[in-house]
């Protein structure tokens, strides 16, 4: 998963959180790292980012809930039951802000899931989608984000690791 902060990426394929940018779009790309900083887990693989406070969101599958600011000090840790692969922030919808959770928790017959999580009280929310998913060829949850006001709608979009992979 891939967190953007207006400027710089944050990602993770490790224990450290990288900070880039792109230049070179679209005829020859470069990715250029700014800096490093070690985040709570290894990798980081899910992560979201918070506009009004800079910080960043982030869990590894069945691990807690972080949030960070950007050298990895952490600001807040909740407990998690969900095998999170991605997050996305909406500053927009009823009950705002939201963090969006996309994870592969096999529950109700089906592995993928969209869920609201509050991050002031640290908890799901219960409203929550089923996501894309063939069981024929075990699909997984993947990246995801939050686009708002994509042509006067709110968009929370998910990919779905698969043969091809889909995105919804």
Known sequence: DIAFDGTYMYSSSNANIDIWYVTGLPSSPAITVV????????????MGYDPDTGHIWTA???S?????????TIINIFNNTKRIYSMAWDNVCPGKPNLWIY??????????H??????????YTGVEYTGYY??????????S???????GTNVFIGLTQSEPDSIF
């Open 134 to 143: 063939n069981d024929s060829i075990n699909d997984q949850a993947g990246g």
């Open 35 to 46: 800096s490093s900083f070690s985040g709570p887990n290894d990798p980081n693989r899910a």
């Open 103 to 112: 994870d592969q928790t096999n529950e109700g017959g089906h592995k993928c």
């Open 114 to 123: 969209v869920r609201q999580f509050d991050p002031i009280n640290g908890v």
């Open 60 to 62: 590894n599958r069945e």
């Open 145 to 151: 984000c939050f686009v708002e006001d994509w042509n």
């Open 64 to 72: 807690q809930i972080y949030e960070i600011d950007t050298t990895g």
